[in-house]
């Protein structure tokens, strides 16, 4: 079954230090997408960061980067420098290929991150 | 990337009621999507609005509770119909023609009393 998941529920971390928020995935798929997206208290959804299946360098945007790991299964955001804005929910997801020409994402349960100063 | 937005923002609707949700982009798409966020809970695909044909809908979700209306390729309407408190949720349009690509709107702040 194909399925995004994120053990960490909560995190914190203090100011300026970096960050790993973890994230594995299940697919069978040979051609997919892995998303980070951030959740403020707002409710929006920011997205951050894209790696593909089959990208070989690991994808870094900014403070942002992912350690992709294709044979682990797994994705992990690293946010490096954190600030006191970050603090918010963050949502791993997985692009899926439907029939038809759709794709879907998939999300895992997310993992709140607490920067303290 | 493209800039989306949502109306209303939030709301607070009775019971039996129904809203319409309206979501604009400010560029053409060919795929929108409507997900809805529980509260404490992740994102969960509702259904797929390509212009121009019906909407695709996910397991667990029917035309008859939620409408979807594409009339254009910058716009899109998602009715939660019938409204319980069950349905008070965020709901969220998104938008991704390319597979690098997926961005969200604002969002929806729906309760239902």
């Known amino acids: 079954a194909q399925k995004i998941t994120q053990t960490q529920p909560g995190m914190f971390v203090q100011e300026k230090e970096a960050v790993t928020l973890d994230c594995t995935y299940d697919t069978s798929d040979q051609s997919y997408g892995l998303f980070w997206y951030k959740q403020p208290s707002s409710g929006e959804m920011i997205f951050l960061i894209y790696?593909?299946?089959?990208?070989?360098q690991n994808a870094t945007e900014g403070r942002y980067s992912l350690n992709f790991q294709k044979a682990r299964k797994s994705a992990n955001l690293v946010i490096s420098a954190s600030q006191l804005g970050d603090s918010a929910m963050y949502f791993c997801?997985?692009?899926?290929?439907?029939?038809?020409?759709?794709?879907?994402?998939?999300f895992g349960a997310g993992t709140r991150l607490a920067v303290h100063p | 990337s493209a800039v989306i937005s949502q109306k209303p923002s939030r709301d607070i609707c009775q019971r039996g009621t129904s809203l319409t949700i309206q979501c604009q982009v400010d560029?053409?798409?060919?795929?929108m999507f409507w997900y809805r966020q529980q509260p404490g809970q992740s994102l969960t695909l509702i259904a797929t609005a390509n212009q121009g044909s019906e909407a695709t809908y996910e397991s667990g979700f029917v035309i008859d509770k939620f409408p979807i209306s594409r009339p254009n390729l910058t716009f899109s309407t998602l009715t939660v119909s019938n409204m319980s408190p069950e349905d008070s949720s965020i709901y969220l349009c998104?938008?991704?023609?390319?597979?690098?690509?997926?961005?969200f709107g604002p969002g929806t702040r729906l309760t239902v009393t």
């Open positions: 790696q593909g299946s089959y990208d070989e």
């Open positions: 560029s053409q798409v060919t795929m």
């Open positions: 998104s938008v991704g023609d390319t597979v690098y690509e997926q961005y």
């Open positions: 997801a997985m692009r899926l290929a439907l029939s038809g020409g759709y794709n879907k994402l998939i």
